[in-house]
């Protein structure tokens, strides 16, 4: 999991509330086996108005998405997130989201903001009228900002989800990080135990 200390980039403003993870990553694509491809399928029935603001070009590239309250309510498909993680996401901002959603996220490295209703409609305001407005979302003090416009909002985060994903460390990681004192563990059991790997 690649660590998430600071990220400046363009957003992609999609003013919709109430966005489901059917939405996000429809049925369909979850027939799929691997981690990876699910960027394709992201809010692949929306996409096929072609004045869905995903097929807008102006907005190509954005690392960050802006949305309106209740983000990724729904069903727990944890694809939702890596659909979005696939297509370059790396921040959501809202002023709300689906709480399965939010675990999810923060265990593979999307980081989920929450801003207030009035402080996300300005940045959609924003980023709706010049497309190229860069925003930076600074991890370390918890801040969200619009350097050429002198905006800066504050966010919560929780401290043990802030300190892994400053790490760059996901559950596995976790793990690893105490594979000394497993293996020191191990080679200390009696022989008679249980060991993975044996009958």
Same mark, same amino acid.
């Given at each position: ?8 980039? /363009?957003?992609? +403003? ?34 096929? &108005? ?48 689906? &709480? ?23 940045? $959609? ?9 860069? *925003? ?14 002198? *905006? ?6 929780? +401290?043990?989800?802030?300190?892994? $994903? ?32 044996? /009958?």
């Amino acid at each position: 999991m690649e660590p998430i200390t600071e990220l400046r980039g /363009h957003a992609l +403003p999609l003013a919709i509330s109430d966005v489901d993870t059917d939405q996000i990553i429809p049925s369909d694509w979850l027939k799929r086996v691997e981690r990876t491809g699910f960027g394709q399928g992201l809010f692949s029935e929306w996409r096929q &108005d072609a004045g869905f603001v995903l097929n807008d070009q102006r907005f190509s590239g954005s690392t960050i998405l802006i949305a309106r309250e209740n983000f990724g309510v729904g069903s727990s498909r944890e694809h939702a997130v890596w659909a979005l993680m696939d297509y370059g996401f790396r921040v959501v901002i809202s002023p709300r989201f689906g &709480d399965i959603f939010r675990n999810n996220s923060l265990k593979v490295g999307l980081l989920p903001v929450e801003l207030t209703t009035e402080e996300v409609q300005r940045l $959609l305001d924003l980023v709706t009228l010049e497309p190229t407005t860069q *925003i930076l979302v600074d991890l370390g003090s918890q801040r969200v900002s619009v350097p050429a416009q002198e *905006i800066e909002f504050g966010f919560e985060i929780d +401290p043990t989800a802030k300190a892994r $994903l400053l790490a760059g460390l996901d559950e596995i990681g976790i793990t690893l990080t105490k594979e000394a004192a497993i293996s020191q563990y191990e080679a200390q059991r009696p022989r008679w135990a249980p060991r993975v790997g044996t /009958h």
